[in-house]
């Protein structure tokens, strides 16, 4: 079986490892995603996000967000011979690595810097590259794609847009609305990615990217990640393998081959898609889109290149 090595933009997998619920060791113990299957499925780079949860916030953010990216640093410690982190260019060019899978660690919710711009720099000497400005809600920064309004980005959300430019930090505009999507494009010097998301005129969720869109990603040099949540895909019951082919061949005719990345939201959804039950069948995906008519470079583009990258166009 065709299987390329592949960079997955987003999973939430390490909500159950902080629950305790699972080591992420093997695959026996449930879940989308662990050290394992990952393997088996021919994965090179693991964007990893710290979700905060809605229970804690608005007043317990900061030390949720903090409590999340220790674990991710715990996970790491305890797999030493299995993973490791990136922090910058000397780790991206380890990339693949045929023993041990790379982890970026990424923060799901600019909640964890409460109003405060000085908790970016804090949150990146503790190894975070990349950062979702939303999560469904409005924060400080901005508001989500749940609030359905017109806003665009805060004071304070603009200036952590110039401080991440300054960083080298991924822009993850994944949950935001669009009036702050637009706002985000206008405002960084830097590729940004949309790590799970899907094509609005295939699935209109408020979550999903319409048209242009995706044409103004494809401008940026900024990527979709693709989301393999069912709700993403399909307004009608559970989503497939096709579905997503569907969604990738539609983002292609629409921002080209090269806007294109994985983002499997892994662990953060109820149920994978049919053919993509778990992060070791990434290669029905390859198998798929060749099926469909893409060529292994093409391909190769979706599941590594692209992501790879701008990861060196941001990182530093």
């Avoid at 953010?61 to 999340?68: D, K």
């Avoid at 990339?95 to 799901?108: A, D, F, I, T």
């Avoid at 919710?109 to 400005?133: P, Q």
Wanted: charged share 20%; glycine share 10%.
């Amino acid at each position: 079986m065709y299987k390329p090595w592949v960079i997955d933009g987003h999973c939430d997998s390490i909500g159950d490892y902080i629950q305790g619920k699972r080591t992420l060791k093997s695959g026996t113990e449930g879940g989308h995603w662990d050290l394992e299957r990952a393997k088996a499925g021919g994965m090179a780079l693991q964007i990893m996000a710290c979700f905060i949860e809605s229970e804690f916030k608005p007043d317990s953010s900061t030390r949720r967000g903090l409590e999340l990216i220790h674990a991710v640093k715990r996970f790491v410690a305890e797999n030493p011979d299995h993973v490791f982190m990136i922090h910058n260019q000397v780790d991206l060019n380890l990339l693949p690595n045929p023993n041990k899978l790379g982890l970026l660690l990424s923060v799901e919710g600019g909640e964890i810097l409460g109003e405060s711009l000085f908790m970016l720099d804090i949150i990146y000497e503790l190894g975070v590259r990349a950062l979702g400005l939303t999560w469904n809600q409005r924060n400080a920064l901005a508001d989500g794609a749940g609030e359905q309004t017109n806003s665009g980005l805060t004071r304070l959300g603009q200036n952590v847009i110039k401080r991440m430019n300054e960083l080298g930090m991924v822009i993850d505009v994944s949950h935001l609305n669009e009036a702050g999507f637009y706002h985000v494009l206008e405002l960084s010097n830097a590729p940004i990615i949309a790590s799970h998301s899907c094509s609005y005129a295939l699935c209109p969720h408020p979550r999903n990217l319409r048209d242009e869109q995706l044409k103004a990603l494809a401008r940026n040099h900024g990527i979709v990640g693709v989301n393999f949540y069912s709700r993403f895909l399909t307004e009608k019951g559970e989503g497939s393998l096709e579905h997503v082919v569907q969604h990738i061949a539609h983002i292609a005719e629409v921002a080209g081959v090269e806007t294109i990345g994985i983002g499997s939201d892994f662990d953060g959804i109820d149920q994978a898609p049919r053919g993509l039950e778990n992060a070791a069948k990434y290669p029905n995906l390859a198998e798929a889109l060749l099926l469909a008519g893409f060529n292994k470079d093409e391909i190769e583009q979706i599941f590594f290149k692209n992501f790879r990258r701008l990861l060196g166009d941001v990182i530093k």
